[in-house]
């Protein structure tokens, strides 16, 4: 697949819906998915790790799933903090609507997928998890970053997991340079071939 199709807002191709079961938070799921959209037909690998290594996320307040696609990550997190309100924002419309119809397939309520820009940027988030878009190149990558980190709430993390040879090294330097002294960055753990990055903002 082209890796900038499922970057454009409106993918090429018909959107037909098609059944997708995966496991999630521990049970198996049935879903939709469709072509055009990032991982199409089930958990990636990087996802993967990343939900199996994170702790919970906060059991309450703003969490957010950067690239969200038909909504694995979203989706757990729903399943694991059902008090909280899940956020989830993607370029592509039909991962929009996909994780939203899949959050109602699940009668999860507290899941929002939209565009970045309709989320209030007042909001501040008490956990992001994101499997972010690397292929997007490096400079699109640091502003889809730089917009959503500072915007953590005191106390909060945010966890990205990050392939070793897609830049997961130097992109962990780079958060460290351009995030203020309020951030630590660090890297908590390898799977794979894969890094998990943390993102702390100080509690005061």
């Known amino acids: ?34 072509s055009g959209i990032f ?50 924002v993607d370029v592509n419309e039909r991962c929009i609507t996909l994780t939203n119809e899949n959050a109602s397939l699940l009668g999860l309520g507290n899941v929002t997928a939209s565009t970045p820009e309709a989320v209030d940027p007042q ?13 997007i190149g490096k400079d699109e990558l640091h502003s889809l970053l730089m917009l959503w980190l500072p915007r953590l709430a005191p106390g909060g993390s945010a966890w990205l997991v990050v392939q070793k040879n897609l830049g997961s090294d130097s ?3 780079w958060l460290a340079e351009e995030l203020d002294d309020s951030f630590a960055v660090t890297r908590e753990s390898t799977s794979k071939s894969f890094r998990i990055l943390r993102v702390r903002k100080a509690s005061h």
């Not at 703003?62 to 899940?86: E, F, K, S, Y």
């Not at 501040?124 to 292929?135: A, Q, V």
Request: proline content about 11%; some cysteine; hydrophobic content about 40%.
């Open 1 to 34: 697949m082209e890796s900038a199709h499922y970057f454009s807002a409106s993918p090429a191709g018909p959107f037909t819906r098609k059944p997708l079961t995966v496991e999630l938070a521990g049970e198996t799921r049935r879903l939709q998915t469709s």
């Open 39 to 88: 991982s199409p037909d089930g958990i990636d690998k990087g996802t993967a790790v990343l939900l199996a290594e994170v702790p919970a996320p906060a059991p309450q307040g703003n969490l957010l799933d950067i690239g969200c696609g038909w909504g694995p990550i979203a989706l757990t997190m729903a399943l694991r903090a059902p008090h909280a309100q899940v956020y989830a």
């Open 123 to 135: 909001l501040r988030f008490d956990t992001i998890w994101s499997n972010p878009p690397i292929r």
């Open 171 to 173: 992109l962990q330097r």
